[in-house]
Antibody
Framework: QLQLQESGPGLVKPSETLSLTCTVS??????????WGWIRQPPGKGLEWIGS???????YYNPSLKSRVTISVDTSKNQFSLKLSSVTAADTAVYYC?????????????WGKGTTVTVSS | QSALTQPPSASGSPGQSVTISCTGT?????????VSWYQQHPGKAPKLMIY???KRPSGVPDRFSGSKSGNTASLTVSGLQAEDEADYYC??????????FGTGTKVTVL
C-alpha cells in the first residue's frame, strides 16, 4: 500500500517561492502509471486542486494557479515536488499530496497527512 | 474553473438520513460520470468515500451512497452515526486532467 508524506518549510515570506516535497513509500514512483498530485486547503476553507504530474512527466495545473506552479518528479529519491512562486498570504494553507491511480481513475484515493504552510514576513 | 456549490451545513439525528448536494456545470459534474466524495474529520486528511458518482471503495459502509442528475450530484448518508460527523467535499473531473472540488458541507449529528 502506497503511503505519502509531505515535507517542507512551514513559513515562507511573501513574494518568495514555496517548495514542498512528497515522499512516496511502499512502491516506486517510476514504476507506477499514477498521477502524483497536490491539493491545498486554506484555514477554515475548502479544498483546492493545484495540479498533478503523470508518471510520463506530463503536467496538469489548475488554470487559476498555472502561471505560478511547477510540479516535478525525482525518481532517484522516490519523491515529487511542488513549487509555487510569488506567494502571498492567500497561499497560506495545508498542502496535501495525493495519488490518482491512473488514466481511467478520476479520483484521489491515497492522501498524505498534509503540511501547513504560512506565508508571512 | 469555479468551485462546485455545496450547502454549508446539513444535520440529522442518529439513525436518520442526510443528503448533500453538489452543483456544477455541464463542463464538470454534468459532463462526466466522474464525481467523487471525500470525508474529512477535523485536522485529518480527506478520505475517499464515493467515486464515479455511486461506487464505494472497499471498507466504506454501504450507508454511504451517491447519485447524479444533470449538473447536480448528491451524497446520502443513511442511518447516521456519530462518527459520520465531518466535513464532506465533492469533486468532479473537469476535462484535460483537471479537477474541481466543492465548497464543502459540514454534517452535524444531532
Amino acid at each position: 500500500q502506497l503511503q505519502l508524506q509531505e515535507s517542507g518549510p512551514g513559513l515562507v515570506k511573501p513574494s518568495e517561492t514555496l517548495s514542498l516535497t512528497c515522499t512516496v513509500s511502499g512502491g516506486s514512483i517510476s514504476s507506477s502509471s499514477y498521477y502524483w498530485g497536490w491539493i491545498r486547503q486554506p484555514p477554515g476553507k475548502g479544498l483546492e486542486w493545484i495540479g498533478s504530474i503523470y508518471y510520463s512527466g506530463s503536467t496538469y495545473y489548475n488554470p487559476s494557479l498555472k502561471s505560478r506552479v511547477t510540479i516535478s518528479v525525482d525518481t532517484s529519491k522516490n519523491q515529487f515536488s511542488l513549487k509555487l512562486s510569488s506567494v502571498t498570504a492567500a497561499d497560506t494553507a495545508v498542502y496535501y499530496c495525493a495519488i490518482r491511480a491512473g488514466y481511467y481513475y478520476y479520483y484521489m484515493d491515497v492522501w498524505g497527512k498534509g503540511t501547513t504552510v504560512t506565508v508571512s514576513s | 474553473q469555479s468551485a462546485l456549490t455545496q450547502p454549508p451545513s446539513a444535520s440529522g439525528s442518529p439513525g436518520q438520513s442526510v443528503t448533500i448536494s453538489c452543483t456544477g456545470t455541464s463542463s464538470d459534474v454534468g459532463g462526466y460520470n466522474y464525481v467523487s466524495w471525500y470525508q474529512q474529520h477535523p485536522g485529518k486528511a480527506p478520505k475517499l468515500m464515493i467515486y464515479e458518482v455511486s461506487k464505494r471503495p472497499s471498507g466504506v459502509p454501504d450507508r454511504f451512497s451517491g447519485s447524479k442528475s444533470g449538473n447536480t450530484a448528491s451524497l446520502t448518508v443513511s442511518g447516521l452515526q456519530a462518527e459520520d460527523e465531518a466535513d464532506y467535499y465533492c469533486s468532479s473531473y473537469a476535462g484535460s486532467n483537471n479537477f474541481v472540488f466543492g465548497t464543502g458541507t459540514k454534517v452535524t449529528v444531532l
